[in-house]
């Protein structure tokens, strides 16, 4: 786990390098495909980003200016709580979304130990992420001396992996590219049936 969350950290805080280029087939309009060939799932991002691939963490940033970005992780969950549903649980809330939860619950103590100043902003809230169950959490934290907001959409699929989309930008930038990230959201995709 603590590999898990430094790498994530890594790509989502210094992605730099780097370019992949690859076919903008289906590409939603003003936007390209960001996620590489072995990911089975589309994320695009603005054309005028740069994009990053960081060991199979798919990420783009706005430019060297602006090191905003978005990046996407999938982890195999190793840890059978994650699917541990209350006897009392709210019959409308689907067992996805408790899944996802449980799994950043079981995230925090990695974040808390990782990024000083963790705080959780809001969240976990049920979302949907390419029309599959998932919670969005939102939290601040400092890195490199800086402060940091965090906006990630965590969503478990098959009982196996789990998905983090994770927008991360300096404080004081963090609302000027919301909207490419609810934009990222909208158009991420997952490809049905593939699991690599």
């Known amino acids: 786990m603590k590999k898990k969350i430094l790498s994530t950290l890594f790509a989502a805080v210094f992605v730099l390098l780097c370019s ?82 449980n799994y950043f619950t079981g995230y925090i103590s990695e974040l808390e130990a990782h990024l000083p100043g963790y705080r ?11 029309g599959q169950s998932a919670v969005r959490c939102r939290y601040v934290a400092t890195v490199s001396g800086a402060d940091y907001n965090f906006d990630m959409v965590i969503c478990v699929r098959e009982r196996m992996y789990a ?12 609302e000027t590219n919301l909207q490419s990230f609810e934009n990222i959201i909208s158009a991420f995709v997952f490809q049905t049936g593939v699991l690599k």
């Open 20 to 101: 992949c280029t690859q076919t903008q087939t289906d590409a939603p309009s003003g936007m390209k495909l960001a996620s590489v060939a072995a990911a089975d799932y589309y994320m695009y991002v603005p054309n005028s980003w740069t994009v990053a691939d960081q060991d199979g963490v798919t990420s783009a940033y706005v430019s060297i200016a602006d090191k905003s970005n978005v990046t996407c992780a999938r982890y195999t969950i190793s840890n059978e709580a994650v699917f541990d549903v209350p006897a009392n649980k709210d019959e409308s809330k689907p067992d996805a979304v408790i899944y996802a939860e």
């Open 120 to 130: 959780l902003i809001s969240g976990p809230t049920a979302t949907l992420l390419n």
């Open 163 to 174: 998905y983090l989309l994770t927008y991360t930008a300096e404080a004081s930038k963090y």
